[in-house]
């Protein structure tokens, strides 16, 4: 199994709603991801787990809220986001290793948010 | 991080080689280089990545040159489903676990 399973595919939310993406990796990787990708633009990184502690936040807003209840699962929790938070939401996963520098990431095919 | 130098597009004809160039003149010893590519609507997906070797595998080959300061991707016998943006990455071991990825190139391929 060499998937990354994204849930749900699509998403709409008003501004006051709380909702969860969810995230799901059966191949023992260790390291988590969270990207954000805007139209016709690269994915940029929000956050990353490694051995489900939170390692890299890359000053992400506090209305999104990581989480990573075990090795195979990485949430993202929404709350009160923005009409410009409207983004694909990228989940990736990679092996992780102390002192590696040659490791691949495996990508879900991500959920497609749209905040009214 | 080093940084990275694509051009933001190039047109392919089906079953020809795609070369696609890539400069990090500013990268480190222990970096390696990686390429993803992106399909439209879905997550990027790994290619290929190396250090100093030419690398080849089912998907594509990897060209390193000596002074690593840049590479070129090479799809050998490209389709019109290698239509895609690819980015090359230089993968950082420093601060964490870092994939940071540019601009990328568009690759059309044209029947």
């Known amino acids: 199994d060499t998937e990354v399973t994204q849930t749900p595919k699509h998403l709409v939310m008003g501004m006051t709603n709380k909702k969860s993406l969810k995230c799901e990796q059966h191949m023992g990787h260790r390291a988590m991801y969270w990207y954000k990708q805007k139209a016709k633009k690269p994915p940029e990184l929000m956050f990353v787990?490694?051995?489900?502690?939170?390692?890299i936040n890359e000053s992400v807003p506090s209305r999104f809220s990581p989480e990573c209840p075990n090795s195979s699962l990485l949430n993202l929790h929404l709350h009160a986001l923005q009409p410009e938070d409207s983004a694909l939401y990228l989940c990736a996963s990679s092996r992780r290793g102390r002192g590696l520098t040659n490791e691949k990431l495996f990508f879900g095919s991500g959920t497609q948010l749209s905040v009214l | 991080d080093a940084k990275t130098t694509q051009p933001p597009s190039m047109d392919c004809a089906e079953g020809r080689a795609a070369n696609l160039p890539c400069n990090h003149s500013?990268?480190?010893?222990?970096?390696?280089v990686y390429w993803y590519r992106q399909i439209h609507s879905q997550g990027p997906q790994y290619i290929i990545h190396g250090l100093k070797n030419n690398e080849t595998n089912e998907m594509a080959s990897l060209i390193i040159t000596e002074d690593r300061k840049s590479s070129t991707l090479i799809l050998p016998h490209a389709t019109l489903r290698d239509t895609a943006v690819y980015y090359c990455i230089v993968r950082t071991n420093t601060g964490g676990f870092k994939t940071i990825f540019g601009a990328g190139t568009r690759l059309f391929v044209k029947a």
């Open positions: 500013t990268i480190s010893g222990n970096e390696y």
């Open positions: 787990y490694s051995y489900e502690k939170l390692s």
